[in-house]
T-cell receptor
Framework: EAGVTQSPTHLIKTRGQQVTLRCSPI?????VYWYQQALGLGLQFLLW???????NRGNFPPRFSGRQFPNYSSELNVNALELEDSALYLC???????????????FGPGTRLTVL | AQSVTQPDIHITVSEGASLELRCNYS??????LFWYVQSPGQGLQLLLK??????LVQGIKGFEAEFKRSQSSFNLRKPSVHWSDAAEYFC????????????FGTGTLLAVQP
């Protein structure tokens, strides 16, 4: 069974640009989560999608947004990139929906974003 | 506030030696606890999890962890470390319900000496 997949693997952008990261969950999983792992800041929760709806977001500005598609894959969009957005962006999926919120999260390999 | 503390930023052990990585949590309700491992440039791999029941949980790669409610701890152990265990280890608590997020510790970087 395929795990969580993310694309692209690496991205280099310049300040002010916009970027879209993609994530495909494990087959059968309906929840997708996004985390940011920035140097010195650790792993920070960004967004949670389930059944196509944004269920929760972390303490990030509105230029971080995303969506979940009917096939449960997800995109993370970051507008007006800043230098401090350079990080590894990790996507995770879990099998449950809101009613099964104790499900384990399984992570993808991440997308390394560098902002110059 | 919910939080996870991993007191050791960096640990070096010799191959074949035993290992214990510390994790302390702060959480108001019954915690759901996890250990993940991250190799350089990679995503997170789940080692083990504790939801309820037996407080000693077994994971993959020969790892185990013990939940101690009285000490708010969930330490990770391995009796004999292999060179391939060199990686960064993250403890996390699941903040379920409306937020459904994982709260991670800052990680412990494990180096293995030959």
């Amino acid at each position: 069974e395929a795990g969580v997949t993310q694309s692209p693997t690496h991205l280099i952008k310049t300040r002010g640009q916009q970027v879209t990261l993609r994530c495909s969950p494990i087959s059968g999983h309906t929840s997708v989560y996004w985390y940011q792992q920035a140097l010195g800041l650790g792993l920070q929760f960004l967004l949670w999608y389930d059944e196509g709806e944004e269920r929760n977001r972390g303490n990030f500005p509105p230029r971080f947004s995303g969506r979940q598609f009917p096939n449960y894959s997800s995109e993370l969009n970051v507008n007006a990139l800043e230098l401090e957005d350079s990080a590894l962006y990790l996507c995770a999926s879990s099998p449950g929906n809101v009613a099964h919120s104790t499900d384990t999260q399984y992570f993808g390999p991440g997308t390394r974003l560098t902002v110059l | 506030a919910q939080s996870v503390t991993q007191p050791d930023i960096h640990i070096t052990v010799s191959e074949g030696a035993s290992l214990e990585l510390r994790c302390n949590y702060s959480y108001g309700a019954t915690p759901y606890l996890f250990w993940y491992v991250q190799s350089p440039g990679q995503g997170l791999q789940l080692l083990l999890k504790y939801f309820s029941g037996d407080t000693l949980v077994q994971g993959i790669k020969g790892f185990e962890a013990e939940f101690k409610r009285s000490q708010s701890s969930f330490n990770l152990r391995k009796p004999s470390v292999h060179w391939s265990d060199a990686a960064e280890y993250f403890c996390a608590v699941g903040a379920w319900g409306a937020t459904n997020k994982l709260i991670f510790g800052t990680g412990t970087l494990l180096a293995v000496q030959p």
